[in-house]
């Protein structure tokens, strides 16, 4: 995790939570209908149990980071470069981590709770697997085997799920030139929708150029439809977390997200 001071956390948590705020008042005025309170409090619980297991999982993620490390086959120095460097690559990472989540059916049953919400709003953005860091690490080990600091590997996969969070909206449009090049929320929304020509787009995490090159970026042109194509799941933060797991076990686990 990016390591902050407590009074920058503080000061990023008010940040995010005035921009909460603001999109409510928006939606609210523009009759945008974004928000939910049932589902935003189903939101916000999933947030604590996420970080809670975060906390919990820290020891268990830091062992495989420092084992991998110690088997590193040209260690890097700590320099901007190295980050830099080390940014783009965990972004590629991400992006092959994130489409392996939504093709791979036992991956899926963690990363269904982020997509079942008919809801498109900031605080769907953390709306994360409590269980999701098991196996989550794996993905980046091969970065810290090949020599880039786990410092560095963890502060890039922390920055662009930080980033993600200014995605999960519909107050912002386009953002002419940056489309298929950067995230956008307008990107976002289309990853987040459920229209057939949307599924299975725009994986990338900060870049776009990984949907480019592999030939999975699209456009948003008509307007997204949120949810899963399996249909409504609840408000209940538990079920929404666990169903997935369930339904894999009983083999009627369905995808499309």
């Known amino acids: 995790m990016i390591h902050l001071s407590h009074s920058a ?3 990023l948590l008010g940040v995010m939570s005035v921009l909460i705020a603001a999109e409510i008042l928006w939606s609210w005025r523009k009759h945008k209908h974004a928000y939910n309170t049932k589902e935003t409090l189903a939101n916000v619980v999933i947030l604590i149990g996420f ?4 906390i919990g999982l820290f020891s268990y993620q830091l062992y495989w980071s420092n084992l991998a490390f110690s ?4 260690p890097m120095p700590e320099n901007p470069g190295v980050f830099i460097l080390t940014f783009i690559l965990s972004d590629f990472v991400y992006y092959w981590h994130h489409r392996i989540m939504h093709t791979v059916q036992f991956f ?3 990363h269904v709770v982020h997509h079942s919400s008919p809801w498109m709003n900031l605080t769907t953005s953390y709306r994360l697997n409590w269980f999701s860091g098991i196996f989550g690490v794996f993905f980046y080990l091969p970065l810290i085997i090949i020599g880039f600091p786990p410092k560095f590997v963890i ?3 922390s920055g662009g799920l930080l980033y993600q969070f200014f995605l999960h909206t519909e107050a912002v449009g386009k953002l002419g030139l940056l489309e298929g090049f950067v995230n956008t929320p ?3 929304r289309v990853h987040h929708a459920t229209n057939p020509q949307y599924l299975d787009k725009n994986f990338g995490g900060v870049f776009m150029i990984w949907d480019r090159i592999f030939g999975t970026y699209i456009e948003e042109q008509e307007q997204p439809i949120y949810g899963i194509t399996t249909g409504f799941v609840g408000h209940n933060p538990f079920k929404l977390v666990l169903h997935g797991f369930v339904d894999f076990a009983r083999g009627t686990m369905k995808y499309k997200g």
């Open 186 to 188: 307008s990107a976002h």
């Open 51 to 54: 970080q809670i297991a975060k």
């Open 155 to 157: 502060a890039s996969i």
């Open 9 to 11: 956390l503080l000061a």
């Open 108 to 110: 899926w049953t963690f």
């Open 71 to 74: 088997l590193a086959l040209v």
